[in-house]
């Protein structure tokens, strides 16, 4: 059975991970009312896994026995500015999730509760993973600007993103 403490942070992580796909939403109904509809399903997709990796927490409080707690999920913002600030604003808040899931990996190991380590090495590597998306992305936007073709291009290829199937 998980500890108690362990059982907290895996709920406020849950938590954390439905927020984000509130932000992608938010983000993406942003986009697509500018115009941009890659941009706004390339989003959409990404608080669909956003929702996954929340599910895969729940999964794993309930197999640990632990108690599920689902809390208020907070309201994102309303307005993001141009694309470009819209994916830099999504840098920032991933690499904010990236040092929570390090503080959960090293909580983890001072209640010494080797199996949500084992399991938080998945979130981890997704982390590195999701910058690394989201990072390329903004040099591409900051490198063509927001005017002009090259951002319209890269809409249409940002809308051929397919949801992951595992
Ligand atoms: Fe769940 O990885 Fe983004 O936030």
Known sequence: MISRTMQDAL?????????????????????????????????RIQAGEETAH????????????????????????QSFGGVIQVFEQTLLHEEGITHKINSLFALSRTE????????????????????ANVGQIVDQLRAIGD?????????????????RTA
């Open 112 to 131: 010494l509760d080797y199996a949500s380590e084992i399991a938080l090495q998945w979130y981890v590597t997704e982390q590195v993973e999701e910058e």
């Open 54 to 77: 929340a599910l895969k927490l729940m999964d794993f409080l309930l197999d640990r026995r632990g108690k599920v707690e689902l809390g208020k999920i907070a309201a994102p913002p």
């Open 147 to 163: 005017q002009g073709g090259g951002i319209w291009y890269l809409d249409s290829r940002m809308g051929k993103r397919t949801a």
């Open 11 to 43: 709920n406020l992580q849950i938590n954390m991970e439905q927020y984000s796909a509130q932000l992608y939403l938010a983000m993406g109904a942003h986009c697509d009312a500018l115009g941009f509809k890659g941009f706004a399903h390339w989003l």
